[in-house]
């Protein structure tokens, strides 16, 4: 189907001969016949789309880029094996658990390999959950059992204890600092991917919002652009039918310029116009002379009457103000400018009379028989074509009605697809999920919290181990020092052991879950023509719904692609090439309107239909007509001066203004009727000031007949002139320009008429041409750019992808970020337990080690040096070192040692025997050298 066009017109631009008289007939150039407009009605604007297909990380892009990378190098390209496809899963499935287990069964080498490094992680994971709880259990008994540094090996600091307890220290926090930044993300990501849910029904519904909009946009255009401006087309096609006769009429006037012919008889039918204003300019001129006349005559007098009144109060300070204020001789007169013109004009008796007799002597009917043998041109126009215009008109209606069908396909087309369906079960997506979603986030938080419960243990296990002091033997020491950072950094190891099965568990659940759906459904909506996925589900299922639904719009001629759907969607290309709608609706074709439709034809068939007869014997002026106006053009209305009443400044009628003066002279009677001697002299103020009262009238009264005698010499000169000079070169030029039009018809008046017409017809094609462009170029070019579609499937893979799966993703992966960092943190925390609780630092390079005889053979030989640093009693968070059999005495490092030694302080005494008991007298036989010090004791 084809679309129709109207055609427009151009304007058609005079050209002007030259003014001179010639009798030599010149053929002129054609320019524009038609003067017809045709103003389409613009494309409705886009409709504010509210789809925002951008992402803002909040701070979590470093996150979501590890977890990406990592994901794509466990996972390959490929999300199916390639000896399976899309079918052959859903078919199993659908057939029940037996055929699933079989198709598991025949393939599972396949899908193995193909997620070899997904499955191999979430082996390790699980793995990890079942490994951990064990080795915590196997610490536990360790420490039960005395080793694995439950208890320090001496109480005090071996000599490289204190580099070892720094370095440790320091390496710990380096693992716990990084594990607090994943235990952030892990309680943000969870956070994430809540509101990410929770907001996803709302950026789905935009989207479909967007989508409709776009689809009633592009259906509004087309409707605009085959309904809305065919009609104003029709409008002014038909115009131009009607109106063929003096369109073309017209325009051989002006070609010719038999248009002097039109302009002289309006001219000639004016003379009335003329009569009259003359008349009245002439009515006003008499009585402006009478008022002026008047008017002078009445300020002389009131010049002499208020001197005169004014003399008998000279003597008086009021009076002698209002003299100094206005001087009577010079004020109270009429301006200068005013008194030099005449108004009164005698020639206008004479005019009148010459115009009076051309009218009689019937000289506007003499102009108009000139006319009327032009007008028989129009006339002929107009027979000749009568019969075409019904045809034209019938072809029009009918283009329009085929129109208004084909435009109801392609809204059709466009509106094949019922979001309205789909919108409205988008809302049950919360009902059926919102609830597990909720239960998923709370399980998420308990997640991180005990991750957090685990760092906050090591934290404050390095923070009371650096910060704090050794456990010392003074009371209160037992608290807030190294000890108790021991005790956090142990509390720390056992939550991570006792959490370990189930948040491991939990965390490998979860990345199965996020990097299948990464995998399967983002990166497969991210790019569906490189996902092998998308485009087996595409061929199977996407495929013939498409065609199924956009059958009736393409007529069976298309086959449809999700794939290249949405790609060409990307590509912000037409909804017209997107959907192919050239093999319904062709508008290239339209090109060819000339041979499909009978419009063409018609139009063509203008220049032989239009058939002038012979015009050699037309006279637009004949030579009495040609008298009479010589005749008007000879009369004195020419050499008529009218412009020097153009110039008079009606306010400056004057000297002064009558009323502020009259005001002032009032106000002068007041202030001199207060003197009982002046009150003859108020008297005459008071006459004198209704006198100028009168005066003041007279001069309203002008400037009334002033105005009015403006607005006829304006129109008069309307009237006369024609854009000339004066009336007489209005005329002489007129005259010639109807003589060489009178030749220029008669010569060449046929072949013209041929010429328009050629012209009318080509203006009229050229126009039809015009409207094919506009419509291929708005169709092809304008109209359902794919822009808005684009970023409405591009916001609601953001919304699911971006905003929920790779929150998703960065939680489970930060949950295990902590877990791999709780690893070593767990046997820097072993080496640090021990070290934390030593008491004493190190003693000196003289001290010997001590021996714990634990056995028989370790009795027999000599116990290691013992030595309590100051005469406090040593209080240390180590277990006391059990007596030798035989030992009466409590080992002198116990826990709990007698404190009535501190009664009596005194410096320590050193010997090579640590056996020795310290608190014997110094008179007791001994049987040892007692060796001096070795370090400088200051005193207590």
């Known amino acids: 189907m084809h679309f129709y066009t109207i055609p427009s017109f151009l304007f058609l631009l005079h050209t002007a001969t030259s003014d001179s008289l010639t009798t030599t007939p010149q053929l002129p150039s054609l320019n524009g016949v038609l003067d017809h407009v045709v103003v389409y009605q613009p494309l409705p604007a886009a409709p504010e789309y509210k789809s925002d297909d951008s992402f803002n990380a909040r701070g979590m892009e470093h996150v979501y880029l590890l977890t990406n990378t990592f994901l794509d190098l466990i996972q390959r390209d490929d999300v199916l094996p390639k000896g399976i496809n899309t079918s052959m899963i859903i078919n199993a499935v659908g057939e029940g658990p037996a055929s699933t287990l079989q198709f598991m069964k025949a ?443 956009l059958n009736d719009a393409s007529n069976g001629n298309n086959r449809y692609s999700a794939t290249k759907l949405i790609s060409d969607c990307h590509t912000n290309d037409t909804i017209y090439n997107i959907l192919k709608l050239e093999s319904v609706y062709n508008i290239t074709e339209l090109t060819n309107w000339r041979s499909h439709y009978g419009i063409g034809e018609y139009i063509e068939n203008l220049k032989n239909k239009l058939q002038i007869g012979e015009l050699s014997g037309i006279t637009l002026l004949t030579p009495e007509t040609t008298h009479d106006l010589e005749e008007l053009a000879r009369s004195e209305i020419s050499d008529m001066d009218f412009s020097k009443f153009s110039d008079i400044l009606e306010d400056e009628i004057t000297k002064i203004d009558l009323r502020s003066f009259i005001r002032h002279l009032r106000t002068l009677r007041e202030q001199v009727s207060r003197y009982p001697s002046l009150k003859f002299v108020a008297t005459k103020l008071d006459n004198e000031a209704l006198y100028l009262g009168n005066m003041n009238k007279v001069v309203e009264t002008v400037k009334l007949t002033l105005r009015h005698l403006k607005q006829s010499v304006t129109q008069l000169e309307k009237n006369i002139k024609f854009n000339k000079s004066s009336m007489r070169e209005a005329i002489h030029t007129l005259i010639g320009q109807a003589n060489r039009a009178t030749s220029v018809i008669r010569s060449k008046g046929p072949q013209l008429i041929g010429d328009l017409t050629g012209r009318y017809v080509s203006e009229t094609v050229g126009l039809i041409d015009e409207y094919v462009d506009r419509v291929l170029t708005s169709i092809e070019r304008e109209v359902g750019y794919c822009a808005p579609l684009s970023t409405s499937y591009n916001a609601t893979v953001v919304a699911f992808c971006h905003e929920i799966v790779d929150p998703f993703n960065g939680f489970w992966a930060s949950i295990g970020w902590c877990f791999l960092l709780f690893l070593p943190c767990i046997c820097l925390s072993v080496s640090l337990i021990s070290l934390y609780r030593k008491s004493e630092g190190y003693p000196g390079p003289l001290v010997e080690t001590e021996t714990q005889p634990l056995d028989k053979k370790r009795r027999d030989r000599a116990r290691g040096h013992r030595r309590t640093p100051s005469g406090f009693p040593e209080v240390t968070h180590s277990r006391a070192l059990p007596p030798v059999p035989g030992e009466v005495e409590e080992r002198a490092h116990s826990r709990y040692r007698d404190t009535s030694a501190t009664r009596h302080i005194e410096p320590p005494r050193y010997t090579s025997n640590p056996s020795l008991n310290q608190r014997s007298p110094p008179s007791a036989p001994s049987g040892e050298y007692e060796r001096p010090p070795p370090y400088y004791y200051p005193g207590p």
């Open 107 to 549: 393939h599972w080498q396949d899908l193995l390999l193909q997620y070899i490094g997904v499955l191999t992680t979430g082996v390790f994971g699980l793995l990890l959950a079942i490994i951990l709880p064990l080795i915590g259990l196997f610490f536990c008994c360790c420490r039960c059992a005395g080793k694995c540094g439950a208890y320090p090996d001496s109480h005090y600091d071996k000599r490289s204890d204190a580099c070892k307890r720094f370095f440790t220290g320091v390496l710990l926090s380096v693992f716990v600092i990084a594990a607090m930044f994943g235990s952030v993300c892990a309680f943000v990501t969870n956070h994430y991917t809540f509101t990410g849910w929770t907001d996803l029904t709302r950026k789905m519904d935009i989207s479909l919002d967007d989508t409709g909009h776009y689809f009633q946009h592009t259906g509004d255009s087309v409707h605009v652009l085959l309904v809305t401006n065919f009609a104003e087309l029709e409008e002014v096609v038909n115009d131009i039918l009607d109106e063929s006769g003096p369109t073309l009429k017209k325009q051989l006037a002006n070609i010719t310029e038999a248009v002097a012919i039109e302009t002289l008889n309006d001219l000639v039918s004016g003379l009335s116009k003329v009569k009259r204003n003359l008349r009245d300019i002439s009515d006003d001129t008499n009585e402006l002379e009478a008022k002026v006349a008047q008017l002078q005559d009445g300020l002389s007098r009131s010049q002499r009457s208020l001197s005169s009144a004014l003399e008998g109060c000279t003597s008086n300070q009021v009076c002698e103000k209002f003299l100094s204020q206005y001087n009577l001789d010079k004020d109270l007169a009429m301006a200068d400018d005013f008194l030099k013109i005449k108004f009164k004009m005698p020639a206008i008796t004479g005019v009148l009379s010459d115009i009076s007799d051309l009218i009689e002597n019937d000289i506007e009917e003499k102009v108009l028989v000139g006319k009327a043998k032009f007008d028989l041109i129009e006339k002929q126009i107009e027979q000749s074509i009568e019969d075409i215009k019904p045809k034209v008109k019938t072809e029009l209606r009918e283009m329009g009605k085929q129109l208004e069908t084909q435009n109801g396909k392609i809204k059709a087309a466009l509106q094949s697809l019922d979001l309205a369906v789909i919108q409205k079960d988008i809302p049950k997506l919360d009902t059926h999920t919102l609830k597990y979603v909720e239960y998923r986030y709370y399980v998420g938080l308990v997640m991180a919290s005990g991750i957090l419960l685990i760092l906050f243990c090591f934290i404050l296990g390095l923070f009371y181990g650096m910060c704090g002091k050794r456990p010392g033997g003074l009371y209160g020491d037992d608290c807030c020092n190294t000890g108790t950072g021991a005790s956090f950094l142990v509390s720390g190891i056992y939550f991570t052991f006792l959490f370990s099965f189930l948040l491991l568990l939990l965390t490998t659940a979860h990345f199965l879950l996020g990097a299948g759906v990464e995998k399967a459904v983002c990166q497969t909506l991210l790019a569906p023509h490189q996902s092998d996925l998308f485009q087996q589900i595409d061929q199977h299922y996407f495929q013939p719904t498409l065609n199924e639904v």
